[in-house]
């Protein structure tokens, strides 16, 4: 089971746990490397570094221990931020959800029934939104109608 919070995780520790081999590694050529800690050199297949890291995690662990805690940190606070920006998608685009839409160029707001040229921006959209028949609007003339 593959929490999105989980491979948010796992993506950025792998980012790191890669920079961390090539700060810590110089590439000989296309499969062997060195470690500038000890001076051995590795061979590791198709650019894959997981040889390489695992050399650091045995022979130096010092370099990778907190490798754990730093990706945690950081995709906890991309987790929030993905939030926080799909939240904030939600709502900028939440006010399309009053209009019916004609064709690329026409829409019809369903609160006013008019008929709107947006000629594909939704600028003019979201003025006549906020303008003209918000929900709020739209509220209160039902209230005041009653
Ligand atoms: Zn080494
Ligand atoms: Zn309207």
Redesign the pocket.
């Given at each position: 089971m593959a929490h999105p919070d989980r491979l948010v995780f796992l993506n950025v520790l792998f980012i790191i746990e890669k920079s961390v081999v090539w700060k810590h590694f110089e590439k000989l050529d296309k499969t062997e490397a060195r470690c500038k800690l000890c001076r051995r050199s590795l061979t590791f297949h198709n650019g894959s570094t997981g040889v390489l890291f695992r050399h650091l995690r045995n022979a130096h662990s010092e370099v990778v221990e907190d490798l754990e805690a730093r990706a945690k940190k950081t995709s906890q606070v991309e987790s929030q931020e993905e939030e926080a920006r799909k939240e904030k998608e939600k709502q900028e685009t939440m006010f399309l959800n009053?209009f019916k839409f004609a064709d690329h160029e026409r829409a019809e707001?369903t609160?006013?029934?008019?008929i709107i040229v947006y000629q594909g921006s939704t600028a003019v959209l979201r003025d006549?939104?906020d303008n003209?028949?918000s929900g709020k609007a739209l509220a209160d003339n039902l209230n005041s109608s009653k």
């Amino acid at each position: 089971m593959a929490h999105p919070d989980r491979l948010v995780f796992l993506n950025v520790l792998f980012i790191i746990e890669k920079s961390v081999v090539w700060k810590h590694f110089e590439k000989l050529d296309k499969t062997e490397a060195r470690c500038k800690l000890c001076r051995r050199s590795l061979t590791f297949h198709n650019g894959s570094t997981g040889v390489l890291f695992r050399h650091l995690r045995n022979a130096h662990s010092e370099v990778v221990e907190d490798l754990e805690a730093r990706a945690k940190k950081t995709s906890q606070v991309e987790s929030q931020e993905e939030e926080a920006r799909k939240e904030k998608e939600k709502q900028e685009t939440m006010f399309l959800n009053q209009f019916k839409f004609a064709d690329h160029e026409r829409a019809e707001c369903t609160l006013c029934h008019q008929i709107i040229v947006y000629q594909g921006s939704t600028a003019v959209l979201r003025d006549h939104s906020d303008n003209h028949c918000s929900g709020k609007a739209l509220a209160d003339n039902l209230n005041s109608s009653k």
